[in-house]
Each structure stands twice: as C-alpha cells, then as structure tokens.
C-alpha cells in the first residue's frame, strides 16, 4: 500500500489549494485519515482529521478554512483550503489507516509530502 499525494505548489495569500491523497494497492478501505504539516525546524502538526467514527477534528489555525473530503470509490481522499496565508506554508503529509483485502487489521501508512508555498 502506498499513499500518493498531489496538488501542492505556490500560490497567493487568500488563494485555495486542494490536496490530495490516492492509496494505491489492494485497498479495503480507508479508516481514519489525517492530514499533517511541517515547516523546518518544527515538529509535524496535525491539522484536520476524519476519524472512522466521531466528528472531524481541524485544528484552530485551519479551523473554518479547511475541509476533509473522502471519495471511496477513487480511494482518494482531499484536503480542500481555502483563504490561505503564509503562515500555511509547510510541507503536508497525509496519513490513513487503511485494510487491505483479506488483512485482519488496518495499518497506519504515510505520504511522501507535499510542498506548499504561500506568498504575500
């Protein structure tokens, strides 16, 4: 299994950006899903997550600008910004918890990060 994210760049403060997240492999399904980010010389924050049961958590310096989208069927799932300022910038990870086909558990997986930059 692997997750394969998409969608960072450069943009203008106030811009949107959708992320996204595709888990390759043979997929059962995706639990719980999260999306992190970095910038250097920090620890990795979480910023919004979907759990499998219980109400998205966003953090409060996202919180009314981001949203968590799942689409089962592409087993993708998004991070939709909107009103993006340049203390947004960092590099974003998604992280799941996905089951295989025929896998007794779900299993906690990463992304390879996505670079967002965000110019005033």
């Known amino acids: 299994v692997q997750l394969v994210e998409s969608g960072g760049g450069s943009v203008q403060a106030g811009a949107s950006m959708l992320l996204s997240c595709t888990a390759s492999g043979t997929i059962f399904g995706i639990k719980q899903m999260a999306w992190y980010r970095q910038v250097p010389g920090r620890e990795r924050e979480l910023v919004a997550s979907f759990p499998e049961t219980g109400s998205p958590y966003f953090a409060d310096s996202v919180k009314g600008r981001v949203t968590i989208i799942k689409d089962d069927a592409k087993n993708t799932f998004y991070l939709q910004m909107t009103s993006l300022k340049s203390e947004d910038a960092a590099v974003y990870y998604c992280?799941?918890?996905?089951?295989?086909?025929?896998?007794?558990?779900?299993?906690?997986?990463w992304g390879q990060g996505t670079q967002v930059t965000v110019s005033s």
């Open positions: 992280n799941a918890d996905i089951k295989i086909v025929n896998g007794p558990f779900a299993h906690n997986y």
